[in-house]
């Protein structure tokens, strides 16, 4: 699996695709300047922790397994998983970065979310170098006619 942790301002020069989690957009960073600036080069705040999850943690109002089980939690919402197992299907070919402001990783959301994508990727068929062969062709639609 080609999955690697990153602290926002750092991901300019990694290579692959770098994956903002946090929930909030960095403030003062114009969209198209957030990547040359080492953010992110697309946005997924769907993968970070609710706000009020991440407010209690912030407060040290839980405890760090606390965040993490509630966080596990939150992530097993439906749009969740699809964008987890989509992110563990591209890190079989391509290296992923996933970024966020906290600067340790053991303490953050990031270091969780990838033990999940690890756990999606093994339930992931692995990847074929063919190119799958349709019965049919992928996009025939008999009631739509080409003028």
Not at 14 to 36: C, T
Request: proline share 8%.
């Amino acid at each position: 699996m080609k999955l690697h942790l990153y602290q926002y301002g750092h991901g300019s020069k990694l290579p692959g695709i770098s994956i903002g989690v946090a929930r909030l957009a960095p403030r003062g960073i114009r969209v198209e300047d957030r990547f040359r600036k080492g953010y992110f080069q697309v946005w997924m705040p769907l993968l970070a922790p609710s706000k009020a999850l991440f407010s209690a943690y912030r407060k040290q109002a839980i405890s760090h397994p606390q965040f993490a089980q509630r966080y596990i939690r939150e992530m097993k919402r439906p749009e969740s998983v699809q964008a987890i197992r989509l992110i563990a299907a591209i890190c079989q070919t391509v290296r992923v970065n996933l970024g966020c402001f906290c600067p340790d990783d053991s303490k953050c959301h990031r270091s969780l979310l990838a033990d999940l994508v690890r756990k999606a990727e093994a339930e992931l068929p692995a990847p074929s170098d063919s190119i799958p062969q349709y019965f049919s062709s992928p996009c025939s639609m008999p009631e739509i006619e080409d003028d």
